[in-house]
């Protein structure tokens, strides 16, 4: 069975620092792909980064960044330069054949100004 | 090139009524994903289908819950005799055959947040 577990429900950062949100996972499966998704008040599902589980390199998209670990089985996301915009839901979310992606429980994320 | 496009937007229902949800995928894409996602709570997976089949319907409710894509028109998510657990906002998705090269597999709706008086 997969499980994706965020042991944050909320987290609050200042405009233009740096933050860092946790996620962990379990899964007998070799290859699959991880997701982190941005859910605003507007209820939209909007992905923000994705990472196939072969690749060592982690990826990156402009201010957003993760650290995967798959020893480890973690796959954290790091928002540099907050913006008031990056206030929102976030969702990690696991899939290894893409027809059904496991989420975890979410950590709601307040960008101060 | 609209997204996936889903209605109601917001649906009111009292206990003991149906409640029928539409889903129209992206254009080109033949395989459609239900999620429910309860207040304070992740995505969770329902049911997955593609044109005239259901593929995994692992995620679904034993009772009162089924789904449908049919050859024309949009997905629906039936949900018959609602009672108050059913309050939640369902979410669907969409995807193209060829998924692998695409950099988001699965492209979501704006959701139904379902309400049960």
């Known amino acids: 069975a997969q499980t994706v577990t965020q042991s944050q429900p909320e987290m609050s950062v200042q405009e233009a620092e740096t933050v860092t949100l946790s996620c962990t996972y379990d899964?007998?499966?070799?290859?699959?792909?991880l997701f982190w998704y941005k859910q605003p008040p507007s209820r939209q599902m909007i992905l923000v980064i994705r990472?196939?589980?072969?690749?060592?390199q982690n990826a990156t998209e402009n201010r957003f960044s993760v650290n995967f670990q798959k020893a480890a089985k973690s796959f954290s996301l790091k928002i540099s330069d907050s913006q008031l915009g990056d206030t929102a839901m976030y969702f990690c979310?696991?899939?290894?054949?893409?027809?059904?992606?496991?989420f975890g429980s979410g950590t709601k994320l307040n960008v101060k100004p | 090139n609209a997204g996936v496009m889903q209605n109601p937007r917001h649906l009111v229902r009292r206990r003991g009524q149906e409640a029928r949800l539409r889903c129209s995928p992206m254009?080109?894409?033949?395989?459609v994903y239900w999620y429910r996602q309860l207040p304070e709570e992740g995505l969770k997976f329902m049911v997955y289908?593609?044109?005239?089949?259901?593929?995994?319907e692992s995620g679904m409710p034993k009772e009162r819950f089924s789904a449908e894509f049919p050859k024309e028109g949009p997905s629906i998510l039936r949900i018959q005799q609602v009672v108050r657990g059913d309050s939640a906002a369902y979410f669907c998705?969409?995807?193209?055959?060829?998924?692998?090269?695409?950099?988001?597999?699965?492209?979501f709706g704006d959701g139904t947040r379902l309400s049960i008086l």
């Open positions: 899964t007998s499966e070799n290859n699959y792909y």
């Open positions: 990472q196939e589980a072969y690749k060592q």
């Open positions: 998705a969409s995807s193209p055959n060829l998924r692998t090269g695409d950099v988001q597999p699965q492209h």
């Open positions: 289908l593609q044109k005239e089949n259901i593929i995994d």
């Open positions: 979310a696991f899939s290894y054949n893409f027809n059904k992606f496991y």
């Open positions: 254009k080109g894409h033949s395989h």
